[in-house]
């Protein structure tokens, strides 16, 4: 037997032939696989902060001691780091609970206009803190969805905050939402027109573009950069940051598409991209309706 394949042999007494059964042990492996991996990413991500700020207490302690008047600024550093850590934290406790926990598929008929709305609502403080306008254009009325509503929620605020964080300031970041893609590209193309940019789906699923069955929408535009053609792909990877290479200053853990990737894969939904630099970018999520 090697790593992928286990063999169970079994001969009865006195047969002429033995039996040979195969088990494919590649899913096990990758499993293991997938949970050490996120294991050693995220300690090492871990590290990072941790060592800026036992670097700045050996710091005051040692060569800063008595340079009191630094270290107001060391204090801010490092009130910066524990707060990175404590969001990392956050994140990876919620993409380990969706990850690797046995998921109950969702089963609670829900408001999808009621979650785009609350989620909206709960990030304006942050657009309103970085000048940024949030704008919000969708159907009237209720849009039926199974899901689980935290979990969409949490979508659409990570989305949201990504819009609103590489969105300068004076910006626009608009939302659309609706029961029919048409609805949502045809309101999408009047805002912007520019949709000529390039484009990826990141979860193909149930209930793709063009397909008949009847969908909720979202899409939410930005103002930001745009992302460069061969990051897109990789969108959704854990720890994946397509900015770090730019020398981007906008902080973030790289786990906010991981989760939503996978929150969208339990509801059976599906996630693009589209985006063109120097103009800005637009998420698009869909999920399929509840059936009454
Ligand atoms: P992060 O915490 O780094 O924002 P995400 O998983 O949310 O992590 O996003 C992964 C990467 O994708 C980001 O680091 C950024 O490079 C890119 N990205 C995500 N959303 C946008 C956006 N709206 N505009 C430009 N780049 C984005």
Same mark, same amino acid.
């Given at each position: 037997?090697?790593?992928?394949?286990?063999?169970?042999?079994?001969?009865? %007494?006195?047969?002429?032939?033995?039996?040979?059964?195969?088990? #494919?042990?590649? =899913? *096990?492996?990758?499993?293991?696989?997938?949970?050490?991996?996120?294991?050693?990413?995220?300690?090492?991500?871990?590290?990072?902060?941790?060592?800026?700020?036992? @670097?700045?207490?050996? %710091?005051?302690?040692?060569?800063?001691?008595?340079?009191?008047?630094?270290?107001?600024?060391?204090? #801010?550093?490092?009130?910066?780091?524990?707060?990175?850590?404590?969001?990392?934290?956050?994140?990876?406790?919620?993409?380990?609970?969706?990850?690797?926990?046995?998921? !109950?598929?969702?089963?609670?008929?829900?408001?999808?206009?009621?979650?785009?709305?609350?989620?909206?609502?709960?990030?304006?403080?942050?657009?309103?803190?970085?000048?940024?306008?949030?704008?919000?254009? @969708?159907?009237?009325?209720?849009?039926?969805?199974?899901?689980?509503?935290?979990?969409?929620?949490?979508?659409?605020?990570?989305?949201?905050?990504?819009?609103?964080?590489?969105? =300068?300031?004076?910006?626009?970041?608009? *939302?659309?939402?609706?029961?029919?893609?048409?609805?949502?590209?045809?309101?999408?193309?009047?805002?912007? @027109?520019?949709?000529?940019?390039?484009?990826?789906?990141?979860?193909?699923?149930?209930?793709?573009?063009?397909? =008949?069955?009847?969908?909720?929408?979202?899409?939410? $535009?930005?103002?930001? =950069?745009?992302?460069?053609?061969?990051?897109?792909?990789?969108? @959704? $990877?854990?720890?994946?940051?397509?900015?770090?290479?730019?020398?981007?200053?906008?902080?973030?853990?790289?786990?906010?598409?991981?989760?939503?990737?996978? !929150?969208?894969?339990?509801?059976?939904?599906?996630?693009?991209?589209?985006?063109?630099?120097?103009?800005?970018?637009?998420?698009?999520?869909?999920?399929?309706?509840?059936?009454?």
């Amino acid at each position: 037997p090697d790593e992928t394949w286990r063999a169970h042999v079994s001969r009865p %007494t006195g047969a002429e032939q033995t039996l040979v059964v195969l088990e #494919d042990l590649t =899913p *096990v492996h990758r499993a293991a696989r997938a949970r050490s991996d996120f294991l050693a990413n995220a300690s090492h991500e871990l590290r990072t902060p941790l060592t800026a700020l036992s @670097g700045f207490i050996e %710091t005051m302690r040692g060569p800063a001691k008595d340079d009191t008047g630094s270290w107001p600024r060391f204090l #801010d550093i490092m009130a910066g780091e524990s707060e990175r850590m404590s969001r990392l934290i956050a994140d990876l406790l919620s993409l380990s609970r969706i990850e690797f926990s046995e998921h !109950i598929s969702p089963s609670e008929h829900e408001d999808f206009t009621k979650i785009v709305l609350d989620a909206t609502e709960a990030l304006q403080p942050i657009a309103s803190e970085r000048s940024v306008t949030l704008e919000l254009v @969708g159907a009237e009325g209720a849009l039926p969805v199974i899901a689980h509503r935290d979990e969409i929620m949490q979508v659409v605020e990570n989305l949201l905050t990504n819009a609103l964080k590489y969105t =300068p300031a004076g910006g626009k970041v608009t *939302v659309f939402y609706g029961n029919t893609p048409s609805m949502v590209e045809a309101r999408a193309k009047a805002g912007h @027109g520019w949709r000529e940019g390039e484009r990826m789906t990141l979860l193909p699923a149930a209930g793709r573009p063009g397909k =008949p069955d009847p969908s909720v929408w979202l899409r939410i $535009e930005d103002q930001g =950069p745009g992302i460069e053609r061969e990051h897109l792909p990789r969108l @959704g $990877e854990r720890f994946y940051r397509a900015d770090q290479s730019r020398g981007g200053k906008i902080t973030g853990t790289g786990l906010g598409l991981a989760i939503v990737k996978h !929150i969208m894969a339990h509801h059976r939904g599906g996630l693009a991209v589209e985006t063109r630099l120097g103009k800005g970018s637009a998420f698009g999520i869909w999920l399929p309706a509840a059936r009454i």
